[in-house]
């Protein structure tokens, strides 16, 4: 099963309700499309842009988004694929509000446990550079946004205590990390082996991965943060152009339209001799009309 091509396609995922709201609102006119696993895109044109956004909230976790990335992937042919969306800060200068652009993306997890402690097997795919340079080109134009870019750490995790064993984890072996999150890595290795497709995470900063996280999403900031990292991918998109534009429909002569060899009657009438060559079960041969 296949989507029919209609402009070029950025597929723009979230796990969070709150997160696909932030990103359906630049969408005013939308199509809900089903895939024959289940899977719901809603498809429709980002203003001011040469895109079509399909939009899907996949739920928690990088196995998940995996998963069900490389389904879309394969079923809509995506140019580009963003994952959107709010996450735990890592460092002090990065504060609530912000957005962090994943300058690459870090699976956490990997390792080997040995008799002498865990031996760290660090696994790290590097987001677009096209859309990165998007980005830092639309960061430029929103005053209203701190936009930061650096690493970003996917765990499945929340971190809600800076003191605990996996954020000193991280501190020891990842600590260019500016944000964690928990699906970014899924979505990114899904891209990376499809072949050609852009891959890029936009995170908001909705809280400080420590002890007051359950105080910072009371308050609001979640909404807030998806709201930030909403605005910053419809920014670069609107900057960032298709590899291969679709061509305007062309207004050259017919004969030109449909090859050197082909003569174009559609629309009138002949009266002469015409003299060709049948390509199909003939001979060639010349006739009337």
Request: proline share 6%.
């Amino acid at each position: 099963m296949s989507v029919p091509e209609t402009q070029p396609t950025v597929l723009v995922l979230t796990a969070l309700p709150l997160e696909y709201a932030a990103l359906r609102a630049y969408v005013p006119e939308r199509q809900e499309r089903v895939h024959d696993k289940g899977t719901r895109v809603e498809i429709g044109r980002l203003p001011d842009s040469p895109w079509q956004l399909a939009i899907s909230e996949l739920g928690v976790g990088a196995d998940r988004a995996a998963a069900l990335t490389a389904q879309l992937i394969e079923w809509l042919h995506p140019e580009a694929v963003l994952f959107v969306g709010v996450a735990g800060s890592l460092k002090d200068d990065i504060e609530i509000g912000d957005v962090v652009v994943g300058t690459q993306v870090y699976e956490i997890h990997g390792g080997k446990q040995a008799h002498d402690g865990f031996k760290v097997r660090p696994r790290a795919l590097p987001g677009s550079h096209a859309l990165e340079q998007a980005a830092r080109s639309a960061a430029r134009d929103l005053p209203e946004v701190r936009v930061h870019f650096a690493p970003i750490a996917t765990g499945d995790v929340v971190l809600a205590d800076a003191r605990s064993g996996i954020a000193r984890h991280i501190e020891a072996h990842y600590n260019d990390a500016g944000a964690i999150e928990m699906e970014g890595s899924g979505a990114a290795q899904a891209a990376h082996l499809s072949g050609q497709v852009d891959a890029l995470v936009v995170r908001g900063i909705s809280d400080r991965a420590d002890r007051h996280k359950r105080r910072a999403d009371a308050g609001g900031s979640q909404q807030r943060a998806a709201g930030h990292a909403a605005t910053v991918t419809v920014a670069l998109l609107r900057k960032h152009q298709p590899r291969h534009p679709r061509p305007a429909a062309p207004e050259e002569d017919p004969q030109t339209r449909y090859g050197g060899d082909h003569i174009d009657f559609r629309g009138g009438t002949f009266h002469g001799t015409v003299i060709g060559k049948q390509t199909g079960n003939g001979p060639e041969r010349s006739g009337q009309r």
